[in-house]
Structure formats: structure tokens, C-alpha cells
């Protein structure tokens, strides 16, 4: 689904159907009379026949399509478990074949199949427990919630529950920060009033994150973030990202946002983060190449752009960590 105003964009397969509902008694169920398009007295959902098919406008903004706990959506995977809070096919374990590598370097260099495989966005590891705190983690680049599996264990399950942000790395990263605030921070999606959440971030996700905090500072509501946490961040950007820009025959939209000197990175400290979240930067400065060119980095993200002068200005607290780019997780 695309995040573009006034946009909805389902990827869908040739015998898939297509309806759109509102919930015109506000009670949380959907009936057949609450179907809005098609617009038909019918209300028979649409068959796609094509690979192509664009219909519209489906829905406005007076006519809200609203997703609730009590409607059961069959899921496109196996293996996942069912939830009272979380949509379907939403709890994995990390050990799930969504999770491996290769369909993380599947999101980097094509999204579109990415998201045809995975389009929730969301995943958590047990059913949500009323009370407990959500930290929600966000990878890298090429990156999958797999990559958080050792910080996930050591949580105190007691007191918070692990959510990820699995998205295509290689896609705009702009639209990525706004799919981050509505799911997580809008109160739209997921509802944190009372249990605000923590965020985790590594690599290429801290500016995702970034930029979601500072969207949210700017709409001035939604959920208040308590902590934000990044480990190994480029918030100064990548220059064998700025160098691939130049040079490469095909650009990813995520290398032209990571570059170094990127309007995305020139802007990223913009706005400030909000007044009561805690930011702690991690970084790390072990470089196991055995020759070493350039300046001194994590083995990938030079510790100038990890320290970026906005960055540690934010931080209520620096470590650094005789750490790879990947072994600081």
C-alpha cells in the first residue's frame, strides 16, 4: 500500500479480490452494507484479472476505510499465528523464512517483490500482553528483525514485548519514515497512548527513524517516544553511497537518501526531537579490514558520520563500542 496523500495501492496477484469497507456505526465490524467501493449496489468485491488495474478514486477522506481487530483476513503465509490485536499473519517467530537474509537483500534491491512477499510492515513474536512496553526495532540496509535476534532474547519479558519494522531498504526513504510514523506513531495503526514505545534502531534505520521523529514533532500528535536508542548510524550519510550515485548504471532511491550531502541527510536535524524523548547514540569503531583505507570507521560507516556534530548535540548519552558495523548487535 502506497503511502502517497490521497493514494492507496494494493500489489495484488491475478485471482486476488479487492473491496474496500467503512465503519459507518463506529462499532468495530464490518457488514455487508458498509461496503464502499465497489460503489455498486452489489457490493461485490472487484476480480483482478490483469497484472495492471487502476481503479478510482476508491476512498476519501469522508469515507474512511477503517482495520480492526475483529476482522479476520486470511493470511498470504504459513506459519504465522493468529492475534486479538495484530493483524493477521503479524506474530513469527525469527527463525521464520520471512526473516532470512536473502529476502531482506530481496527488499534492497527489489522492493516491489519485497513487499508482494512481506506487506505488513509490522511483525511481533508473541501476542500482545496489555501493560507490557512495545520496543520496536528497525533494521538497516539489507537488513531483516532477524538481525535483532540477541538484543530480542535479552529483553525483560516482563516489563516489554519486541515489534520490528520490516521494510524494503532500497525504497524511498522518505516514504519509509512516514509508513514508520503512521504505523508506530500516529496512534492511527497501532494504539500506544498507554504504553509508549521504545525504538531501536541500527544502521540506514536511525535515519528512518530520525525522520519519523521529526515528522512527528511537526503533526503534534500521536504516541510520545520515551527513548530512542541508534547503534552504528550514518547520520552524516555514506560516501560509497554519494561515490554509487555518481557512478552506478542503476540507482536504488535509498543510496540517493544515504548519500553524503543528500537532501535527505542535509535536512535530517531540521526539526528538533521532541521535548521528552531520551536519545542515546551507540557507535562503533572496530575496523577488522586488514588494510586500512580512509578515515576511521565500524568497518562500513566512518565514526564522522556516526558522530555527526546534530547527533551527539541530541544525545542525552554516547557509547562507543570496540564493535563491528554488525557484531554491536
Not at 478514486?57 to 503465509?77: A, E, W
Not at 501476542?127 to 531483516?144: A, D, R, S
Not at 536511525?206 to 527513548?227: C, F, N, W
Request: aromatic letters at 10%; glycine letters at 8%; charged letters at 20%.
Amino acid at each position: 500500500m502506497s503511502a502517497d496523500p490521497g493514494t492507496i495501492r494494493f500489489i495484488c496477484r491475478p485471482g486476488d479480490t479487492l473491496a474496500a469497507f467503512c465503519d459507518k456505526r463506529h462499532d468495530g465490524f464490518f457488514t455487508p452494507e458498509d461496503c464502499v467501493w465497489p460503489s455498486d449496489s452489489s457490493g461485490c468485491p472487484v476480480a483482478v484479472k490483469d497484472r495492471n488495474i487502476e481503479h478510482g478514486p476508491l476512498i476519501s477522506k469522508t469515507r474512511p476505510v477503517v482495520f480492526v481487530r475483529h476482522v479476520k483476513i486470511r493470511s498470504l503465509d504459513d506459519g504465522a499465528m493468529e492475534s486479538n490485536y495484530f493483524p493477521a499473519g503479524s506474530i513469527r517467530s525469527l527463525s521464520d523464512s520471512l526473516f532470512d537474509p536473502k529476502i531482506g537483500m530481496m527488499g534492497l534491491f527489489d522492493p516491489t517483490s519485497f513487499v508482494d512477499k512481506s506487506p505488513r510492515y509490522f511483525y511481533a513474536l508473541k501476542e500482545h500482553t496489555p501493560g507490557k512496553q512495545p520496543v520496536v526495532f528497525v533494521h538497516g540496509i539489507g537488513g531483516t528483525p532477524r538481525d535483532f535476534a540477541a538484543i530480542a532474547a535479552s529483553l525483560d519479558t516482563a516489563r516489554f514485548e519486541a515489534w520490528f519494522f520490516y521494510y524494503p531498504s532500497g525504497d524511498d526513504l522518505d516514504k519509509m519514515a512516514k509508513l514508520f510514523f503512521e504505523i508506530f506513531l500516529s496512534g492511527n495503526i497501532v494504539n500506544t497512548d498507554r504504553n509508549r514505545p521504545i525504538i531501536c534502531a541500527h544502521s540506514m534505520g536511525g535515519i528512518v527513524v530520525r525522520k519519523a521523529l521529526a515528522i512527528y514533532r511537526e503533526e503534534r500528535h500521536g504516541s510520545a517516544v520515551p527513548v530512542y536508542v541508534s547503534l552504528c548510524t550514518p547520520y552524516g550519510g555514506n560516501d560509497a553511497a554519494a561515490a554509487g550515485v555518481k557512478s552506478a548504471p542503476v540507482v536504488l532511491p535509498a543510496w540517493r537518501n544515504v548519500a553524503s550531502g543528500s537532501n535527505y541527510i542535509k535536512t535530517l536535524f531540521d526539526v528538533p526531537f521532541p521535548d521528552s524523548l531520551k536519545f542515546h547514540l551507540l557507535f562503533g569503531f572496530k575496523n577488522i579490514e586488514a588494510i586500512k583505507t580512509g578515515e576511521n570507521s565500524d568497518g562500513t560507516i566512518a565514526l564522522e558520520s556516526q558522530l555527526r556534530e546534530e547527533a551527539q548535540n541530541s544525545a542525552v548519552e554516547i557509547h562507543g563500542y570496540n564493535e563491528t558495523h554488525t557484531s554491536i548487535l
